[in-house]
C-alpha cells in the first residue's frame, strides 16, 4: 500500500504534549475523521450541484464501507437486532444503505451550512414545534437545546 493512503486509513492516534500525562480519547475516531476530507467536501460543496454532491457521497460511502470493519460490525449488529428476522444478505444490503445514507447526511452537513439561507429552507419540508421556540425565545431567561444540528 502506498504510503499516503496507508497514512488515510490508519486509525487516528492521540498523541500527548510533552510534559503531560497521556489521558485516553474519550470520543470516537476513524481514519476519515481528518479534516482534509472535511475540506474537500466542504469546497466540492460551492461548486457541485447537490444532486451530484449526494451521488459521489454515496459512491464514496460504498467504496469505504468495507475499509471500516468496526462501523461495518457496529451497523451490522445493530441490524440484527431491529430486524431479526433478516437474512444476512438483507442485513448486508441494508448496512450498505445505512452507509450510503450517513455520508449524504454528512455532506449536507458540510454543504448547505454553506449556502443562502432560502436555499437552506428549500430543503427544510416541515417544523414542529417551532411556537414553543419562539416562546422560549422571547423569554429572557434563554434555553438550552439538545439537537445535533440547529
Known amino acids: 500500500?502506498?504510503?499516503?493512503?496507508?497514512?488515510?486509513?490508519?486509525?487516528?492516534?492521540?498523541?500527548p504534549k510533552v510534559g503531560t500525562p497521556h489521558v485516553q480519547r474519550r470520543w470516537y475516531t476513524h481514519a476519515y475523521n481528518r479534516l482534509a476530507c472535511y475540506r474537500l467536501?466542504?469546497?466540492c460543496s460551492l461548486w457541485l450541484p447537490?444532486?451530484?454532491?449526494?451521488?459521489?457521497?454515496?459512491?464514496?460511502?460504498?467504496?469505504?464501507y468495507r475499509y471500516m470493519p468496526r462501523e461495518h460490525a457496529a451497523v451490522q449488529g445493530n441490524l440484527t437486532r431491529v430486524l431479526p428476522d433478516?437474512?444476512?444478505?438483507?442485513?448486508?444490503?441494508?448496512?450498505?444503505?445505512?452507509?450510503?445514507?450517513?455520508?449524504?447526511?454528512?455532506?449536507?452537513?458540510?454543504?448547505?451550512?454553506?449556502?443562502?439561507?432560502?436555499?437552506?429552507?428549500?430543503?427544510v419540508t416541515k417544523v414542529q414545534g417551532l411556537p414553543h421556540l419562539q416562546a422560549v425565545l422571547q423569554a429572557p431567561r434563554g434555553f438550552v437545546a439538545a439537537t445535533a444540528h440547529l
Open 41 to 43: 467536501i466542504a469546497v
Open 50 to 64: 447537490r444532486p451530484v454532491q449526494l451521488r459521489i457521497a454515496r459512491a464514496v460511502a460504498m467504496a469505504l
Open 1 to 15: 500500500m502506498r504510503p499516503r493512503v496507508q497514512r488515510i486509513l490508519e486509525p487516528e492516534v492521540s498523541v
Open 86 to 123: 433478516a437474512s444476512r444478505q438483507e442485513v448486508e444490503r441494508q448496512a450498505r444503505q445505512v452507509f450510503g445514507n450517513f455520508a449524504c447526511c454528512f455532506a449536507d452537513l458540510l454543504g448547505l451550512n454553506r449556502r443562502a439561507l432560502p436555499l437552506q429552507q428549500a430543503y
